[in-house]
């Protein structure tokens, strides 16, 4: 119980920062008892890429990961922040397969040394205002590296940011590191868009529904770019749809809920109220 009302706390934050100007779909029937949570995160702004506005405008809170030294990173991170979305660094990583000039500038590389790591995560950090946290673009490579996910989490620590693993290695390291380090974490369920078609991301927005009805909880990533406009056009009414049944979080909210809900599920004293 104590998990359902604290999510509707986190609704009611969510209004406090105004954003109950900022979502519509959200507005005035906001259901405190709804208990599905869903965080999506949408990757690759930064730079303008086809969907920056119409992602934006969504009508619910989301996670808007941005690409540190573009030409628009520091636009798309206060635009996002201006709207009552959450930031994320969105940190260049060395993929096992692809081009290097996917990656943009400064990529993190598994053959830099900790010193040279250790100055772009900070410097990508620097970079983006307003983050809560960061994610990786690509970085199949390097967040299976232990080396260099561990210097990479520890300047999360240090910045108190939060990291969520896109998931593109299934050897990652940052679900074990980060939980030795104590750095909030969370990974990805679902990717929205991984195959550039509009019947694809149809099918995985089905694929999210279906989640949600089995686990009560589900993230996802879409992105801007190639499959930009679609992707928003899919992703409104789908959420349009499932509000208020659905309750979108920002990351940090959506961690914030599930910490608290694994919590009380541990404590006997919820255990005491819940068979009352
Ligand atoms: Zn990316």
């Not at 920062?17 to 008892?33: E, N, Q, S, Y």
């Not at 950090?125 to 960061?134: L, S």
């Not at 550039?196 to 686990?215: P, V």
Request: glycine share 6%; with cysteine; hydrophobic share 40%.
């Amino acid at each position: 119980m104590k998990w359902i009302s604290h999510a509707g706390k986190a609704v009611l934050c969510a209004l406090a920062l105004g954003a109950a100007l900022a979502f519509p779909a959200g507005k005035g029937k906001a259901d405190p008892v709804s208990v599905k949570k869903a965080a999506i995160i949408i990757d690759d702004f930064g730079n303008d890429l086809k969907g920056t506005k119409e992602m934006m405008e969504l009508p619910v809170p989301f996670t808007a990961a941005v690409m540190p030294f573009l030409p628009t990173t520091k636009r798309d991170a206060e635009w996002a922040h201006r709207l009552g979305h959450d930031v994320l660094v969105h940190l260049p990583m060395e993929p096992v397969k692809g081009k290097k000039s996917w990656l943009g500038p400064h990529p993190i590389m598994t053959d830099l040394s900790d010193e040279e790591i250790r100055k772009r995560v900070e410097a990508a950090i620097d970079d983006v205002p307003y983050a809560i946290g960061m994610n990786n673009h690509m970085g199949s490579k390097a967040t299976a590296d232990e080396r260099v996910m561990r210097i990479v989490l520890e300047v999360c620590r240090e910045r108190h940011l939060l990291f969520f693993d896109s998931r593109t290695s299934y050897r990652s390291q940052v679900p074990v590191l980060a939980k030795q380090l104590g750095v909030r974490t969370e990974e990805n369920q679902l990717f929205f868009d991984d195959v550039y078609s509009r019947s694809h991301i149809i099918k995985q927005l089905a694929l999210f529904k279906k989640k949600l009805d089995q686990n009560r909880v589900c993230t996802a990533i879409g992105h801007v770019g190639v499959t930009g406009v679609p992707m928003a056009e899919e992703l409104k009414k789908t959420v349009l749809e499932l509000s208020p049944e659905v309750t979108f979080l920002t990351l940090s909210e959506f961690i914030a809920v599930k910490t608290k809900g694994n919590q009380d599920e541990a404590s006997p004293e919820s255990a005491g109220k819940l068979q009352n």
